[in-house]
């Protein structure tokens, strides 16, 4: 009697090798499609709180300083060290002073930047971002004989009435540029005569605080083809404004 045997077939290694890379591909396809969306949300979400905290900046500031009688930008804007070697800066505006501290200074850990002599009850961090706090005898911006700051702190009697402007979110932001300017004598009109009214003009740059991923300007991250590139997170972005004070009262 004969009897027919079915030949059972599988997988050649060949065909398996095909399949596997196939798969490989797939797999990775996949991955490089989770990463760019990962990616792209990451950079909305960093650019979202960005604008935010401008916005929250500009509104504080536009409304602090059209009640503020004209700025003496030498006593009443300080930049220490120095304007060419930032570490932390001042504007005192009478009613409210803006202290912040930027953010190269706070990741290299300057000696100049701006902290709290005592911290409040709920205060987790010691270090300034972007402050208000109230100070109408513009004590914050008083220095000594010597030229050094009156308070190079945030006084503890102080420390609870200070606002942060600047408050941390799911990604940690920092000042990477603050300058505030007068608009006179270009034009000349910047000035009101009859009320004494003044125009300012005012440029911040925020920014993610990775240091090492942003250009040595601090105006823009690093491209993607550079070794400290980090396009995953990195997010920097410039801002300006034209502030109108001055009251008549000199």
């Known amino acids: ?14 065909e398996l090798t095909l399949a ?8 990775l396809g996949i991955a490089l499609s989770i990463i760019q969306i990962g990616a792209q949300y990451n950079q909305g979400t960093t650019a979202k709180e960005i604008n935010q905290a401008a916005r929250d900046m500009d509104d504080d500031l536009t409304r602090t300083v059209s009640m ?5 930008l030498e006593n009443d804007y300080v930049v220490t060290p120095s304007k060419d070697n930032p570490a932390s800066g001042r504007l005192c505006l009478g009613t409210y002073s803006y202290i912040w501290n930027y953010a190269k200074a706070v990741a290299d850990n300057s000696t100049q930047i701006t902290k709290y002599d ?42 609870t009435l200070v606002q942060e402007l ?16 007068s608009t006179q004598p270009t034009p000349p ?27 040595d300007t601090q105006t823009a991250c690093r491209p993607a083809g550079d070794p400290n590139a ?13 502030l109108r004070a001055g009251s008549g009262v000199n």
Do not use: W
């Open 1 to 14: 009697m004969n009897h027919d045997h079915k030949r059972t077939q599988g997988f050649t290694i060949i």
């Open 20 to 27: 596997m890379t196939f798969i490989s591909f797939l797999l």
């Open 68 to 72: 503020t009688s004209a700025v003496n």
């Open 118 to 159: 005592a911290l409040p009850g709920n205060q987790s961090r010691d270090t300034i971002l972007f402050a208000k706090v109230p100070d109408q005898a513009k004590s914050y911006c008083m220095k000594s004989p010597t030229g050094a700051l009156a308070y190079p702190n945030i006084r503890t009697s102080d420390a």
């Open 166 to 181: 600047l408050k941390p979110g799911d990604h940690e932001l920092g000042i990477h540029e603050f300058a505030f300017l």
């Open 189 to 215: 009109a910047a000035i009101d005569q009859s009320t004494g009214q003044q125009l300012y003009t005012l440029s911040f740059t925020i920014g993610t605080t990775k240091i090492s991923a942003i250009n």
């Open 230 to 242: 980090d396009p995953l997170y990195c997010n920097v972005q410039q801002f300006g404004l034209v």
